[in-house]
């Protein structure tokens, strides 16, 4: 910032806007910078790197600090002490890399600096928005005319998904739940399965409908929902049923549940974070059969299609219902003919996320999203049969991007887990399935090689042997 310049100055002068491009030069510098020196460090932060934050911390300094400074700042002491998750090898939660094509999008969507929440605020956050969410809408096979709202994670898609269920069983039974509340209400049935995502759960208990009274189905070794342990099913029950379980990635039978749940006039949510994705693989798709009849699909873009945190997405199948519980009007609110994103979401303002979602699904295409799903799935069965043939125990099928595997008792997993976490050549988590200790291994990013795999997997096996 030249010094004869106020740093914060409205009025972009010559001399401002060159500050400004050598800044963004420079942090188009620092980004390539840590992207290139990404894989050749520790996948996990080392102490070091966590102690000095300190340096990030203390109180908020009196006066300015120059915008290269700051940047400083933030690439000397922030940027080592990041999860190295865009490295191919990290297989932590279910976390994906960030596609070029969505990272270059965000860079120039911070750029815009758009409010997301009105078609008149910016035509093309809400354009593209709305042609993105078609876009997942056709990959899934979900019919025509079903809507919905980019939101920040699976989390927020299955309370907005589960909000529309509610407004459209209490406005069934005569009850406007968003004018009256819940006082007073007919009562709603919850129906989930054992091994629902805490997610599921949460967003009941920010919905007024109570984390305690869901009734739980009943499921197999895999996490699936039995569909012979179904309860009473009717108009006044939302049955909720997973594509891709967080540990095994298996999924609900859906052609088996499905038609009885509509036949009883329940209301079907997905919670299909990143499994539903797996609708766009033509090898794959058999795990999504019957999942297209429900009501409403909640995903993530953050994961299986690697476009970047944070983008998280809801589908209704009657987006008017999704509309009649999230709408808002006020008289500043400039309401165009076209779809206004925050009458279909919990937020007004908020950041342009479509653009990245459709910049990443425009670069993949159709093929793109299958390749990603073909090769880490694949990847998944690579890491299976070598910690198979060196004689431990993988407690799932296979069936897409999923393992867990025992290296033996308890302890013995954790300790190493810990070893393989503190070694650095990749990262996993622990996760505790159906009684048994297991370690997690969910390969998401679309960079993953094989040489990544095998790699990872000698790191694994010698992280195993006390
Ligand atoms: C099946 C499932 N549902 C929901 C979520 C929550 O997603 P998010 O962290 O994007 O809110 C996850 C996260 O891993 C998941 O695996």
């Not at 860079?107 to 600096?113: K, M, P, Q, R, T």
């Not at 950041?351 to 090769?375: D, N, Q, T, Y």
Request: hydrophobic residues 45%; contains cysteine; neutral net charge.
């Amino acid at each position: 910032m030249a010094a004869s310049h106020p740093p914060h100055s409205s009025i972009p002068t010559a001399s401002v806007t060159e500050a400004r491009t050598a800044l963004l030069k420079r942090a188009a510098r620092d980004a390539m910078d840590y992207l290139e020196s990404v894989n050749t460090r520790p996948m996990a932060p080392t102490a070091k790197a966590v102690a000095a934050l300190a340096a990030l911390r203390g109180p908020l300094p009196p006066g300015p600090t120059s915008p290269e400074t700051v940047l400083h700042l933030l690439h000397e002491y922030g940027s080592p002490a990041t999860m190295a998750k865009t490295s191919g090898r990290f297989f932590g939660f279910v976390t994906g890399d960030c596609l070029p094509a969505a990272l270059a999008a965000s860079w120039l969507v911070s750029a815009w600096d758009q409010n997301a929440a009105h078609h008149a605020q910016s035509p093309v956050a809400a354009q593209l928005e709305e042609t993105a969410l078609d876009w997942v809408r056709q990959l899934f096979g979900l019919p025509e005319g079903t809507g919905g709202a980019l939101v920040t994670g699976a989390t927020m898609a299955n309370f907005s998904g589960l909000a529309a269920a509610r407004h459209a069983l209490l406005t069934r039974a005569g009850w406007d739940v968003e004018a009256d509340g819940l006082f007073g209400a007919p009562p709603i049935t919850v129906v989930v399965g054992e091994e629902v995502h805490q997610s599921v759960i949460k967003a009941f208990g920010m919905l007024g409908l109570g984390r305690n009274r869901i009734v739980r189905v009943p499921v197999d070794g895999q996490g699936r929902m039995r569909a012979d342990a179904l309860p009473h099913l009717d108009a006044q029950t939302i049955l909720c049923i997973q594509a891709g379980n967080v540990n095994t990635g298996a999924f609900d039978p859906a052609a088996a549940i499905c038609p009885a749940a509509r036949a009883a006039g329940a209301w079907i949510h997905v919670d299909g974070a990143f499994g539903l994705w797996a609708a766009a693989s033509p090898e794959y798709s058999r795990w999504t059969k019957g999942f297209e009849q429900a009501d409403s699909w909640a995903t993530d873009g953050h994961k299986w299609p690697n476009i970047g945190y944070d983008c998280g997405i809801v589908l209704v199948r009657d987006p008017k219902i999704l509309r009649a519980t999230m709408s808002i009007q006020a008289p500043y609110l400039v309401h165009a003919e076209e779809r206004d994103p925050s009458n279909y979401n919990p937020e007004l303002s908020r950041r342009a996320r479509g653009v990245e979602l459709w910049a990443g699904l425009r670069s993949l295409g159709r093929s793109g999203m299958a390749g990603i799903v073909e090769r880490t799935s694949s990847h998944a069965r690579r890491f299976a049969a070598g910690l198979k043939a060196a004689g431990y125990e993988i407690l799932n099928e296979v069936v897409i991007n999923q393992v867990l595997v025992s290296f033996g008792a308890p302890e013995k997993t954790l300790r190493a887990i810990a070893r393989l976490q503190a070694e650095g050549t990749c990262w996993c988590g622990s996760t505790v399935w159906q009684g048994h200790t297991a370690m997690r291994i969910s390969v998401s990013s679309w960079a993953t090689t094989n040489e990544d795999v095998d790699r990872s997997l000698a790191a694994m096996l010698k992280a195993a042997e006390e």
